[in-house]
C-alpha cells in the first residue's frame, strides 16, 4: 500500500481513500486475474458503442502498455471505413478509482492522417480505459475504449 500511495500525485491522493479493493501484493497477478480488460496487439481495433466510429491502435511503446509514460499510434475512421479527419480527444481513467491523469495526454496529428498519443501517462497498477473521442464533443456512444490491466 505505501508502495502505491507514494506514487500517487497530491491531487489525486482521494484516490486511495479507503484503498481500492484487493490491492495486489508485489508479485500479484493484479487486475491481470480479472476478466475485461483487452489483449493488447498491433494493429487492435475498437468499436464505439453507437458503431458509428472505429479506432485503431496502430502500435503501443511500450507494448504491451505498461505503468508510467506510454506512446500510441492510433487511427479512427468512421462507419463507411473513411479517415475522420477532426479532432482527437483523448481521456485516460481508471474507473476502479474513479480518477484520471493530472497529466493530460499529448495529442498530435501525423502527416498519414494518424495520431500520436504521447505521453499517455498510466501511472499506477490496475485496470486502466483509454476513451478516444474523435471530437471535443463527441458523446460516449460514439467514443471508442481501449482498457488495460497495467501492471505494478
Ligand atoms: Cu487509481
Given at each position: 500500500?505505501?508502495?502505491?500511495?507514494?506514487?500517487?500525485?497530491?491531487?489525486l491522493l482521494a484516490c486511495s481513500g479507503g484503498g481500492p479493493p484487493a490491492m495486489p501484493?508485489?508479485?500479484d497477478v493484479g487486475c491481470k486475474s480479472r476478466s475485461g480488460a483487452?489483449?493488447?496487439a498491433a494493429g487492435m481495433s475498437k468499436r464505439s458503442s453507437s458503431g458509428r466510429v472505429m479506432a485503431v491502435l496502430l502500435s503501443a511503446d511500450p507494448a504491451p502498455p505498461e505503468r508510467g509514460n506510454n506512446a500510441w499510434s492510433?487511427?479512427?475512421t468512421g462507419a463507411r471505413g473513411e479517415a475522420l479527419d477532426g479532432e482527437l480527444a483523448v481521456t485516460p481513467y481508471m474507473p476502479e478509482h474513479g480518477h484520471g491523469t493530472s497529466v493530460a495526454p499529448g495529442v498530435e496529428r501525423q502527416g498519414d492522417g494518424s495520431w500520436k498519443v504521447s505521453p499517455l501517462y498510466l501511472f499506477m497498477p490496475g485496470i486502466w480505459e483509454v476513451?478516444?473521442?474523435p471530437s471535443a464533443d463527441a458523446?460516449?456512444?460514439?467514443s471508442p475504449v481501449f482498457s488495460f490491466c497495467i501492471d505494478g
Open positions: 500500500m505505501s508502495r502505491i500511495a507514494s506514487v500517487l500525485l497530491p491531487s501484493d508485489a508479485g483487452d489483449v493488447y492510433v487511427k479512427l476513451t478516444l473521442a458523446g460516449a456512444a460514439d
